[in-house]
């Protein structure tokens, strides 16, 4: 079970950090990736993580602002979100599975957490 959390109201420019962390089952040898859903819109991918922590990828509208960790036990990932835009307002979830930027690659997924920007 993944458990999102961190999520909140920001103005234009600030920073949040969503944070991710499993219960019962170990994700540490999972991807870890987080996406999306603002209303109206489909869910889409943000970036993700490997198991190792080694390696990251990232949507092509983060441009630098936002960066995905893992804990050195793996079963806790953050989601650092700096120069936060009103366009990044949205549900925020997390999920665990193989490596990719499509939802069906992600057998597991948290709940979500609200993210609200305001200009």
């Known amino acids: 079970q993944l458990q999102a959390s961190g999520g909140g109201w920001v103005q234009t420019g600030g920073s949040l950090r969503l944070s991710c962390a499993a219960s019962g089952d170990s994700i540490s040898t999972h991807y870890m990736a987080w996406f999306r859903q603002a209303p109206g819109k489909e869910r889409e991918f943000v970036g993700y993580?490997?198991?190792?922590?080694?390696?990251?990828s990232y949507a092509g509208f983060v441009q630098g602002r936002f960066t995905i960790s893992r804990d050195s036990a793996g079963n806790t990932v953050h989601l650092q979100m700096n120069s936060l835009k009103p366009d990044d307002t949205a549900v925020y979830y997390c999920?665990?599975?193989?490596?990719?930027?499509?939802?069906?690659?992600?057998?597991?997924w948290g709940q979500g957490t609200q993210v609200t920007v305001s200009s």
């Open positions: 993580i490997s198991h190792s922590g080694l390696s990251t």
């Open positions: 999920a665990a599975g193989t490596v990719g930027t499509d939802p069906v690659d992600y057998t597991y």
